[in-house]
C-alpha cells in the first residue's frame, strides 16, 4: 500500500508564491509518474502538472510559466513551486503517485487548501 501525503497549503495573497510538497512512502517499485491536481466544489479534479521519474513534465495551459514541479527520485517526494498566484488557483490541491506497469497503482492524498485571496 503506497501512502501519499501533501504538505505546504495555505492562504496567500493574489501575486503571492507557495510551495507544496508531497512524499511517497510504502513503494517497493519505480513511481513512474507523481503530479498535482486540484479540485474546486462541484467541479471534477484536473490536472495541474505532472512529472515522470525520467524528469519529463507536463502542465496545465493555465499554470505554464507560473508553476514548476519537480521531484526527487530517491526519497519519493515531489514538489510544486507556484508563483504569481491567481485567485482562480483557489482549489484543493491533491498529489498523485502512479505506476502504470505490473504491479500498477494510483494513490492519492487526502489534499492540501490553497486559498488565494486579499
Known amino acids: 500500500q503506497v501512502h501519499v501525503v501533501e504538505s505546504g497549503g495555505g492562504l496567500v495573497q493574489p501575486g503571492g508564491s507557495l510551495r507544496l510538497s508531497c512524499a511517497a512512502s510504502?513503494?517497493?517499485?519505480?513511481?513512474?509518474?507523481m503530479g498535482w491536481y486540484r479540485q474546486t466544489p462541484g467541479k471534477q479534479r484536473d490536472v495541474v502538472a505532472t512529472?515522470?521519474?525520467?524528469?519529463?513534465?507536463n502542465y496545465a495551459d493555465s499554470v505554464k510559466g507560473r508553476f514548476t514541479i519537480g521531484r526527487d527520485n530517491a526519497k519519493n517526494t515531489v514538489y510544486l513551486q507556484m508563483n504569481s498566484l491567481k485567485p482562480e488557483d483557489t482549489a484543493v490541491y491533491y498529489c498523485?503517485?502512479?505506476?502504470?506497469?505490473?504491479?500498477?497503482?494510483?494513490?492519492w492524498g487526502h489534499g492540501t487548501q490553497v486559498t488565494v485571496s486579499s
Open positions: 498523485n503517485a502512479q505506476r502504470t506497469s505490473r504491479p500498477a497503482f494510483s494513490s
Open positions: 512529472i515522470t521519474s525520467g524528469g519529463m513534465t
Open positions: 510504502g513503494s517497493f517499485f519505480t513511481i513512474n509518474v
